[in-house]
């Protein structure tokens, strides 16, 4: 299984869209981690969004198409219309749901 995500830094007002087949919870933990990197500069990333693939050619094509629209509005939209959807890999500690 994997995942197309969107991460989102309120410090910076930046999205971060990447995908992983690891769980969401070590993807989180690397990008918080000290590293050089895009979202090294700040603490505060949650994840936003993330959608399940079977497979890693098909998460990539996904992130491939969120990057495609250079938009914060569209990012945004796609937050607000998936909202509901809980995942178990999310972290209370980021304030999003766990079951």
């Known amino acids: 299984m994997c995942f ?7 410090s910076l007002d930046k999205f971060y869209i990447g995908h992983t ?3 969401l919870d070590e993807r989180l933990r690397k990008h ?3 590293h050089k990197g895009y979202t090294s500069k700040v603490k505060d ?4 969004y993330s959608e399940i693939f079977e497979n890693k050619s098909d998460a990539y094509k996904k ?7 250079k938009s914060k509005t ?3 939209k796609i937050n607000r219309k998936f ?3 809980e995942h178990s ?3 209370n500690r980021n304030g999003l749901n766990s079951k």
């Open 21 to 23: 087949c690891e769980s």
């Open 4 to 10: 197309t995500y969107i991460l989102y830094s309120e």
């Open 74 to 76: 569209k990012i945004k």
């Open 83 to 85: 909202s509901w959807i």
């Open 63 to 69: 992130e491939l198409e969120i990057k495609s629209w």
């Open 89 to 91: 890999d999310f972290l």
């Open 45 to 48: 990333w949650k994840i936003i």
């Open 32 to 34: 918080l981690s000290d």
